[in-house]
């Protein structure tokens, strides 16, 4: 699949996670657009997305406390990855937001949701394997009109306005920025993550960034490698907006991954 660079890369300046949706269905002929080109493609080995056009109720049932209450959702994706594979988790995030891009372009609503859901409920709608695990779920939908108050507690408690400053991600020590790494790393820290915790760090050296995850240990339940996968595909987005196209691979944590220019 050919990246939608253009579309995506605006998706990421309008992209904000809702969690109050208006109970309008999503129209099928663009929720099965949307089932057809996820589901059939392998963005990143590793990871696949399953499209559901069903209320995500039972999957996000129960949920308690103050973080994630989510009502209204016509239709969900659940984001899957082997459970084998080690790079799956940065595969997850990034195939996830490339979803989540399409569909913010496509004018509807999402949210990243990895804390507080049921994969059993989600084993009931999709034929998942026993080696296959859901790490994500988000829902489709539209949102409602405005932020309810609950959803802006939500919001407060993450601070998900708010993004941590260029100088605390990027590695000081290397040589400046080249325009396309200051491009493709702003991008980048646009990402949402778990509680909008931002744990990706960035270095960058000639024709190169690459994404490293902040902390000795990976989170087992939040993965901070799932996030910095959402970090890859806004890097890549960033990269090819300013013109530079490059290729992917796979470092072993807490580095994640590598950027590299094709020139
Ligand atoms: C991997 C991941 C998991 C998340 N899990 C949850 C969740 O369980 N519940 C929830 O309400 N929001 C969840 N979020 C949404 C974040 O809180 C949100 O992305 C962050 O606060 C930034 O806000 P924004 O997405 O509006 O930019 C998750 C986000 C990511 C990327």
Redesign the pocket.
């Known amino acids: 699949m050919e990246l939608p660079v253009d579309s995506w890369y605006r998706a990421i300046f309008v992209?904000?996670?809702?969690?109050s949706y208006d109970d309008r269905p999503v129209d099928p002929a663009v929720l099965e657009g949307l089932a057809r080109r996820f589901e059939e493609v392998r963005l990143f080995p590793g990871a696949r997305i399953g499209v559901v056009a069903r209320r995500p109720e039972a999957v996000l049932r129960g949920l308690v406390g103050n973080?994630?209450?989510?009502t209204g959702a016509p239709a969900y994706a659940a984001f899957i990855g082997d459970i084998v594979s080690p790079g799956a988790p940065a595969a997850v995030?990034y195939i996830?937001?490339a979803l989540i891009l399409e569909a913010t372009a496509l004018g509807l609503a999402t949210?990243?949701?990895?804390?507080?859901?049921r994969p059993a409920a989600v084993r009931a709608h999709l034929d998942i394997a026993a080696a296959e695990r859901v790490?994500?779920v988000t829902p489709i939908g539209h949102a409602a009109d405005a932020y309810t108050r609950r959803d802006r507690i939500?919001?407060a408690l993450?601070?998900?306005?708010g993004r941590k400053p260029l100088a605390e991600l990027v590695d000081a020590s290397g040589p400046p920025l080249d325009p396309w790494q200051a491009n493709a790393i702003e991008a980048a820290r646009?990402?949402?993550?778990?509680?909008?915790r931002q744990p990706w760090r960035f270095s960058a050296g000639p024709g190169f960034v690459e994404v490293g995850a902040a902390g000795s240990r990976d989170d087992e339940r939040?993965?901070k490698r799932?996030?910095c996968g959402?970090a890859m595909l806004h890097l890549e987005l960033g990269a090819r907006a300013a013109g530079k196209t490059g290729s992917w691979s796979l470092l072993d944590y807490p580095r994640v991954a590598r950027y590299e220019i094709i020139v």
């Open positions: 992209r904000k996670s809702r969690r973080y994630g209450r989510i995030g996830g937001e949210c990243w949701v990895s804390g507080f859901f790490y994500a939500y919001r993450a601070r998900s306005d646009l990402a949402p993550s778990a509680g909008n939040f993965s799932l996030d959402i």
